[in-house]
T-cell receptor, first 116, second 115 residues
Framework: AQKITQTQPGMFVQEKEAVTLDCTYD???????LFWYKQPSSGEMIFLIY??????QNATEGRYSLNFQKARKSANLVISASQLGDSAMYFC?????????????FGRGTSLIVHP | DVKVTQSSRYLVKRTGEKVFLECVQD?????MFWYRQDPGLGLRLIYF???????EKGDIPEGYSVSREKKERFSLILESASTNQTSMYLC??????????????FGPGTRLTVL
């Protein structure tokens, strides 16, 4: 079975500062993928960044980077230079081959509020 | 521009009514998913489909059924709506399974209220 844990229900950050959103995962599969999605108040989930379990380097996409620590089973999202538009729910998700299918499992999400 | 659309953004129904939520994707994706999202619980998978006429139960299928007659369309059916099915419903699609990479593309969501 696979499991995703996001322990921060809510986070606050000052505009232009960096923020880290925590995500830990659990799976017995050696091959898996980790995803982060953003959900603004409009409701639509937006894909941000992906990290494969065999990737040697941490993934980066613009202001988003994924701090992947395989031994600790953590995949934290780092947002640099926060903007007001970053205020949203953020979900960590994982896909692995558990049970023979790559069905994603989502965490409960972290609400991020960026202050001016 | 890739797109997943859902038939309604907001829906209000009465207890006992049969409710249809429709989802259409234009990316020729084989996989389609229905999730339910409730505050503090994240996204919970109701059903998914990996091909036309194929479906698999997710974590919370009770009270729901699905239909996939065409590749681009995946419908969620509440046979007899109940108040505890008041929620946000999200549809998603992705490329075939077998690879851990494939990101999901989500629709805008349907906020269903059952009175």
């Amino acid at each position: 079975a696979q499991k995703i844990t996001q322990t921060q229900p809510g986070m606050f950050v000052q505009e232009k500062e960096a923020v880290t959103l925590d995500c830990t995962y659990d799976t017995s599969d050696p091959s898996y993928g980790l995803f982060w999605y953003k959900q603004p108040s409009s409701g639509e989930m937006i894909f941000l960044i992906y990290q494969g379990s065999y990737d040697q380097q941490n993934a980066t996409e613009g202001r988003y980077s994924l701090n992947f620590q395989k031994a600790r089973k953590s995949a934290n999202l780092v947002i640099s230079a926060s903007q007001l538009g970053d205020s949203a729910m953020y979900f960590c998700a994982m896909r692995s081959a558990s049970g023979g299918s790559y069905i994603p499992t989502f965490g409960r999400g972290t609400s991020l509020i960026v202050h001016p | 521009d890739v797109k997943v659309t859902q038939s309604s953004r907001y829906l209000v129904k009465r207890t006992g009514e049969k409710v249809f939520l429709e989802c259409v994707q234009d990316m020729d994706h084989e996989n389609m998913f229905w999730y339910r999202q409730d505050p503090g619980l994240g996204l919970r998978l109701i059903y998914f489909s990996y091909d036309v006429k194929m479906k698999e139960k997710g974590d919370i299928p009770e009270g729901y059924s699905v239909s996939r007659e065409k590749k681009e369309r995946f419908s969620l059916i509440l046979e007899s709506a109940s108040t505890n099915q008041t929620s946000m419903y999200l549809c998603a699609s992705s490329q075939p399974t077998g690879s851990s990479y494939n990101e999901q593309f989500f629709g805008p969501g349907t906020r269903l209220t059952v009175l």
